[in-house]
Structure formats: C-alpha cells, structure tokens
C-alpha cells in the first residue's frame, strides 16, 4: 500500500490541464461527492458503479467502468492524499497501476484551473498508455464541466 506521492520525471507523468468556469469549491465537490463523481467520471460513453466510496486518506474507491463497447473495467483504488479544496490523489491497485494527483487551483474571475497527473514508476508504463489516454482525459474533462452545471451550491 504506497501512502506517499511518488516522485517521477517527465516521461513518467501524462499531465492534462483545464481551466473550468466555477469556483474551486465546487469542482472539488465534482471530485470528492460520489454522487457527482460517477456521473462524469471517465471517457465519452463510459459510465460508471461505484462499489465503495471512503473519501479519506487510506479509503478505498472501487468502482466498475462500464465501456460503450460493454466491456467492464474494474478498478481498485486507494486514496493517498487529500487536501481541501487544493489536492486530491489515489494509488491504482488495478492495472495498469499508476498514481493520479489532481491539484485545484483558484484563478481570476471565479474558475478553477486543474492539474490532473498520472504518474508512473517507469517510462515504459507511462509510454504504453499515453497514446490514448491524453484525449480520454479530455473527453473525461468535458463531461466533468457538464456535471458542474449540475452542482447546486
């Protein structure tokens, strides 16, 4: 069980940014409220069963990601770090095992600029999913912004 961020390099870390239209306090919630999260989380097509959801440090997250080619993805995951409204990261049990750091930044006029990091302990790892993944994250980003016109505040 890693409780600590790994330090990587730059080829070991596939890393999307947005800057979002909300203020910080709500797309964090997008993030740690479950009932939010299995909404958006994930690519275009893809939703989602969340199985366990223990939003604190040593907490589990499982859930299943259901494919729109019906394949299900399970997932098996721990939460490493969290910090209110500016970080939120996980260990990945499941392969392909992977870090996510997700850091929350305020930015003029009332939006949120997120750092979403993927870190890997090699190169290689981290080389076999970046083809696919960079624009996943964005599909992935797209429906969080819908979700936050969902959140009531």
Not at 72 to 99: G, T, V
Request: glycine share 4%.
């Amino acid at each position: 069980m890693a409780t600590e961020i790994i330090h990587t390099t730059p080829d070991c870390e596939i890393v999307s940014s947005r800057i979002f239209n909300a203020p910080r306090a709500l797309v964090y919630r997008a993030w740690a409220e479950p009932n939010h999260l299995k909404v958006w989380w994930g690519p275009a097509g893809f939703t989602n069963t969340f199985n366990e959801f223990d939003f604190r440090v040593g907490g589990k997250w499982s859930f299943i990601m259901h494919g729109p080619d019906k394949g299900n993805y399970a997932n098996e995951c721990e939460f490493i770090k969290i910090e209110y409204p500016l970080l939120i990261a996980w260990q990945r049990f499941s392969k392909p095992i992977f870090q996510v750091v997700a850091t929350f930044e305020e930015v003029p006029e009332n939006k949120t600029k997120l750092v979403f990091k993927m870190l890997f302990n090699t190169a290689e790892e981290c080389s076999k999913l970046k083809p696919f993944v960079v624009d996943k994250n964005e599909e992935n980003f797209d429906k969080l912004e819908k979700e936050l016109l969902n959140i009531v505040i």
